[in-house]
């Protein structure tokens, strides 16, 4: 579990591990501990030794914003009963290797760790500052 330092005290689980291969479709959640009714979720993704690039959202109404350079390709959705939040990355490409993060805020510290690359995620807790 996540115990984050921001405006908001909110904890970012994961629930379940993955291995991704070029050009399957990367699957991610993220269990949070507010409503997803409420306040919407942002992913975020960092390549190695470059800076974070934000993906997407949904916003607690249900709709989405995705960033142009996916378009196309990038899901993300929610579960409002069991307050999880997906992403879905069709057609995965090896320069997509990177730390995925979901966050409550664009730019909050809180979020949930998902290092992906082409031999599979790992997730681990951890605070941000980025």
Known sequence: MLSSTGVKCEQLTQLASLT???GQTLSL??????????????????PAGKA???????WSGGSNDYATNVQGRIGITRDTT???????LSTI????SAVYYCRLYKN?????RHECHQQGC??????LNT
């Open 20 to 22: 991704v291969q070029p």
């Open 29 to 46: 959640n993220c269990l949070v501990s507010y409503s997803v009714t409420s306040y919407g979720t942002h992913w975020i993704r960092q």
């Open 52 to 58: 974070p690039e934000w993906m997407g959202v949904v």
């Open 82 to 88: 069991k307050n999880i939040v997906y992403l879905t």
């Open 93 to 96: 490409k090896p320069e997509e």
């Open 108 to 112: 909050s510290p809180q979020s949930k």
């Open 122 to 127: 790992t997730k681990t807790s951890q605070d």
